[in-house]
């Protein structure tokens, strides 16, 4: 079955499940953002070229990862309470360009989660 894989994706996917299974909390997150932000990347670059197939896993991908940082959320209060409201938004603008594509708004939505990798980088150093 994996000889009929593409050779990239196979390692992306081991790579990611080596990653994932000795990770801490705290790197599962930035795990999901790093997927998040490749995948959205993935889907416009897709859309540049036509390739709806690819655009298509690029989203699931993306949605994917929504759908692990929206499960790790402790609580509904204070700071998870909007994490749970950013995450359904971001997970509802992504859904709506599964039919409808919205560069501009991918484009946003993934640098909005850059910015905010790139602080909790800074602020984890």
């Keep these: 079955m994996l000889a009929r894989r593409n050779p990239g994706e196979v ?3 081991v790579d990611f499940d080596a990653r994932v299974s000795g ?9 999901c953002y ?3 932000i490749s ?16 655009k298509s896993q690029m989203l699931t991908r993306a949605i994917s990862a ?4 929206h499960m790790g959320v402790a609580g509904e209060d204070g700071i998870a309470g909007a ?4 995450y359904t938004a ?3 603008a992504v ?6 594509f919205d560069a501009d708004t991918i484009a946003q939505v993934r640098q909005d989660f850059i910015d905010i990798s790139e602080s909790m980088s800074r602020a984890a150093n």
Excluded: C, W
Aim: charged content about 25%.
């Design 39 to 54: 995948s959205l990347g993935g889907a416009l670059i897709a859309v540049q070229r036509g390739d709806n197939q690819m």
């Design 23 to 31: 990770a801490t909390p705290g790197e599962l997150v930035r795990l």
């Design 34 to 36: 790093e997927q998040l």
């Design 66 to 69: 929504l759908n692990a940082l």
């Design 90 to 92: 971001t997970r509802r």
């Design 95 to 100: 859904l709506d360009s599964v039919l409808d």
């Design 11 to 13: 390692y992306r996917r």
């Design 83 to 86: 994490l749970i409201h950013f």
